[in-house]
């Protein structure tokens, strides 16, 4: 009887043990990165590849992609100069380069480049009402 009880224990003992060393090995592909938070404060970025951390004090954010991306928006009617209404399709071209700063300094970074695209717009062109022919 006492045989059994220690086995059992050391069997939940092995499996708490590598239950454990499953959650410090973290694996990071390559074109990735992944933030790490200590006790709440920003720690590290997780590189490509096999990353450790440690467990219940670390917490992993989700991946950032650090290819270069690709961001098209509707076509937008303007009017040039000889006042002709012409149709622009704007695409966006951005690489994430600091996995920090894309994920603490840009919270919205849709609309920062929503904002990016109706600057460039703005640059030299009028928008024009959609409603008109």
Same mark, same amino acid.
């Given at each position: 009887?006492?045989?059994?009880?220690?086995?059992?224990?050391?069997?939940?003992?092995?499996?708490?043990?590598?239950?454990?060393?499953?959650?410090?090995?973290?694996?990071?592909?390559?074109?990735?990165?992944?933030?790490?938070?200590?006790?709440?404060?920003?720690?590290?970025?997780?590189?490509p590849g096999l990353n450790f951390v440690i467990p219940?004090?670390?917490?992993?954010?989700?991946?950032?992609?650090?290819?270069?991306?690709?961001?098209?928006?509707?076509?937008?009617?303007?009017?040039?100069?000889?006042?002709?209404?012409?149709?622009?399709?704007?695409?966006?071209?951005?690489?994430?380069?600091?996995?920090?700063?894309?994920?603490? $300094?840009?919270?919205?970074?849709?609309? $920062?480049a929503d904002a990016l695209e109706g600057a460039a717009?703005?640059?030299?062109?009028?928008?024009?009402?959609?409603?008109?022919?």
């Open positions: 009887m006492e045989t059994s009880v220690s086995l059992i224990a050391g069997l939940v003992i092995a499996l708490f043990a590598a239950f454990i060393v499953l959650r410090a090995v973290r694996i990071v592909p390559q074109a990735r990165a992944r933030n790490v938070e200590r006790l709440g404060r920003y720690d590290r970025t997780l590189q219940y004090f670390d917490r992993v954010y989700p991946m950032i992609d650090l290819r270069e991306q690709v961001v098209s928006f509707q076509p937008q009617p303007v009017i040039t100069e000889d006042n002709l209404v012409v149709e622009i399709d704007t695409v966006l071209y951005f690489q994430v380069t600091d996995a920090h700063a894309a994920a603490d $300094a840009a919270q919205a970074a849709q609309a $920062a717009e703005a640059d030299g062109y009028q928008t024009a009402s959609p409603s008109r022919p």
